[in-house]
């Protein structure tokens, strides 16, 4: 039953492209996905899913509808819960909204 609920609760991602290291764009994919798929689809199509570090506003501006739910690049490995990681391997960094 969990992982039921889980893949209905699977929204898209937002995915994150880099120009030359300085520029960060936000891209926001519309498209119903776990988050393991959403972090394979931005890793072959762009980056990687989108580590933000600012604040929700970021988000929730992103998608055309700020109520929607999305997918970012923060994990925790289940051998290690306490621990969180951003997909593209970044440690460290997040701050409670």
């Known amino acids: 039953m969990e992982k ?4 209905f609760l ?17 891209i926001f994919v519309g498209t119903p996905k776990t988050w393991t798929e ?7 199509t762009y980056t990687d899913l989108s580590s933000v570090l600012e604040d929700r506003a970021l988000v929730s ?3 055309d509808d700020p109520e929607r739910l999305t997918w970012i690049g923060l994990y925790r490995q289940r051998q290690d819960n ?5 997909s ?10």
């Open 38 to 44: 959403a972090q394979k689809y931005c890793r072959q």
């Open 4 to 7: 039921i609920t889980f893949t």
């Open 61 to 63: 501006n992103t998608a």
């Open 10 to 26: 699977l929204v898209a991602g937002l995915c994150r492209v880099t120009s030359q290291g300085l520029l960060k764009q936000h």
């Open 88 to 97: 593209a391997g970044r440690t460290g960094g997040l701050r409670l909204w």
């Open 82 to 86: 306490q621990e969180w990681k951003w």
